[in-house]
């Protein structure tokens, strides 16, 4: 349940619509979608925290993401319904009248 139904506010070391970058340990420079990576997951906690504030930044909710994940699902499964099985090439060819 939300608590708080105001959208969130960026943080204050970042300016709305700014990009969140991270640099890894080996000095590649990384963008920080509020969707996440795993990327930023073995980070650890300065990554996780940095994907906590891009989110925040970004609008995300909760039911948001429950309905991204719903819709994505739902395509998956209509295209899995249209893929020839496997093994088989997709035939262009029209079926034989009878």
Known sequence: MDQDASPPTPPANQAPGQ???????????MEVPPEGNLGLLAAGYRGIMLWREARA???????????????????YKQAAKTAPPIGEEPTTASPPER
């Open 19 to 29: 990009r969140y970058t991270f640099r890894s340990a080996d000095g590649q420079v």
């Open 57 to 75: 930044a970004s609008g995300w909710t909760a039911a948001k993401a429950a309905e991204a994940s719903r819709l994505a699902f739902k395509e």
